[in-house]
Each structure stands twice: as structure tokens, then as C-alpha cells.
Nanobody, 120 residues
Framework: QVRLVESGGGSVQAGGSLRLSCAASGDAYIMGWFRQAPGKEREGVAGINSKGDPTYADSVKGRFTISRDNAKNTLDLQLNSLKPEDTAMYYC?????????????????WGQGTQVTVSS
């Protein structure tokens, strides 16, 4: 059974930083972070493939950094220079080994989400 658990969300002022972490248990490949703001669709924020190559949404390029620890099966997202428009519930996503679903929403496994709130 696969389980994803996110942590690290919180409330910060604009310009601040947060670090999100996702820990995976079970036979799954974690590769992406998504977010969903109230009234908006879930969107891809950052993904990292098996070679370690990252992909970022245009809105977060230069501010967010994704990293993965294969030994620990964890996926982190460093959020810098946060803006009020970054406010959302952030989810990590995984799929079966060998699959890569980012930035699409058909990832097989999702965490419960962690809230990020940025005030101006």
C-alpha cells in the first residue's frame, strides 16, 4: 500500500520561504508537486524525472526548487520569494515505478496536502 505524507506548510509574509517535504512508503515513484487554490484547478508546480532533471511551472521558475532523496524516498520543495498568489494547498504526487505523470493529474497516488498561505 502506498502512502504519501506531506509536511512543512504554513503561513508566511510575501518574500518569505518555506520548505515542503513528502515522504513516501510503498512501491511508488514520487516525482511531482502540485497545488490547488480555492476556486481553481489543481496545477503542476514542479516535477523531477528519474534522471534528476527538474521541470517547473513558469510561475515558480527561479523561486522554487525541487529535490528528491532516492534512498529515503522523499521529495522536497523549497519555496523562496513567496507571493500571495502562491497561496494554495500543495500536494505531492507519485505513480508506479517507471511511470512519470507530471504535470498531468492522472498520477496514481496523492498525499493529503499541506497548506501554504502567503500574506501581503
Amino acid at each position: 500500500q502506498v502512502r504519501l505524507v506531506e509536511s512543512g506548510g504554513g503561513s508566511v509574509q510575501a518574500g518569505g520561504s518555506l520548505r515542503l517535504s513528502c515522504a513516501a512508503s510503498g512501491d511508488a515513484y514520487i516525482m511531482g508537486w502540485f497545488r490547488q487554490a480555492p476556486g481553481k484547478e489543481r496545477e503542476g508546480v514542479a516535477g523531477i524525472n528519474s534522471k534528476g532533471d527538474p521541470t517547473y511551472a513558469d510561475s515558480v521558475k527561479g523561486r522554487f526548487t525541487i529535490s528528491r532523496d532516492n534512498a529515503k524516498n522523499t521529495l522536497d520543495l523549497q519555496l523562496n520569494s513567496l507571493k500571495p498568489e502562491d497561496t494554495a494547498m500543495y500536494y505531492c504526487a507519485a505513480d508506479r515505478p517507471g511511470a512519470y505523470c507530471y504535470p498531468f493529474l492522472w498520477c496514481q497516488y496523492w498525499g493529503q496536502g499541506t497548506q501554504v498561505t502567503v500574506s501581503s
